[in-house]
T-cell receptor, first 110, second 114 residues
Framework: GQSLEQPSEVTAVEGAIVQINCTYQ??????LSWYQQHDGGAPTFLSY????GLEETGRFSSFLSRSDSYGYLLLQELQMKDSASYFC???????????FGTGTLLAVQP | ETGVTQTPRHLVMGMTNKKSLKCEQH?????MYWYKQSAKKPLELMFV???????ENNSVPSRFSPECPNSSHLFLHLHTLQPEDSALYLC?????????????FGEGSRLTVL
């Protein structure tokens, strides 16, 4: 089967850097995605890594190590509006569908 | 605005009621999905439609019945639900095959079953 693990909660202060880790187990792997969801809002796509290494998009970066079945989302120069839940998701398995983790609730404090 | 619109945003129903959730996407995508989001649990994939054909039914109870009349519209028909079915139901769309793992989600329909 497929499973993902990520921390349930992370707290950081404005201007800081925070890293949200995700480890996964899947039979067949195509890539790791990250989504952001504000309270009461729709999950929105942040990034997708199919190959090892770091992908940078503005203040957010995402990293993947396929050999370690591990990835992380790095948020820099944190802002209050970054307070949200962050989900990692694996594309893979027998049916190539997207499976989500339980999410990490990030609280950014002044 | 994600290009995926869900109605109603909130729904309260009794266990004997019949109701439907509606999803419409304006992105020209060929694949549409229903996910269930419960507190402290991962998003659970329920159904996948690709080119209006159901390609995934993730062991969902028959009291949930999806319908995809065309590539822009997706429905979830609900009948004789249980209180444990109370959750946020999210619709999503993607170009066929999900490409780079990017789904476009609606804001969800918050369902409460009494």
């Amino acid at each position: 089967g497929q499973s993902l693990e990520q921390p349930s909660e992370v707290t950081a202060v404005e201007g800081a850097i925070v890293q949200i880790n995700c480890t996964y187990q899947t039979s067949g792997f195509y890539g790791l995605s990250w989504y952001q969801q504000h309270d009461g809002g729709a999950p929105t796509f942040l990034s997708y890594n199919a190959l090892d290494g770091l992908e940078e998009t503005g203040r957010f970066s995402s990293f993947l190590s396929r050999s370690d079945s591990y990835g992380y989302l790095l948020l820099q120069e944190l802002q209050m509006k970054d307070s949200a839940s962050y989900f990692c998701a694996v594309k893979g398995g027998a049916t190539n569908k997207l499976i989500f983790g339980t999410g990490t609730l990030l609280a950014v404090q002044p | 605005e994600t290009g995926v619109t869900q109605t109603p945003r909130h729904l309260v129903m009794g266990m004997t009621n019949k109701k439907s959730l509606k999803c419409e996407q304006h992105l020209g995508h060929n694949a549409m999905y229903w996910y269930k989001q419960s507190a402290k649990k991962p998003l659970e994939l329920m159904f996948v439609y690709s080119l209006e054909e159901r390609v995934e039914n993730n062991s969902v109870p028959s009291r949930f019945s999806p319908e995809c009349p065309n590539s822009s519209h997706l429905f979830l028909h609900l009948h004789t639900l249980q209180p444990e079915d109370s959750a946020l139901y999210l619709c999503a769309s993607s170009p066929q095959g999900q490409g780079g793992g990017e789904l476009f989600f609606g804001e969800g329909s918050r369902l409460t079953v009494l």
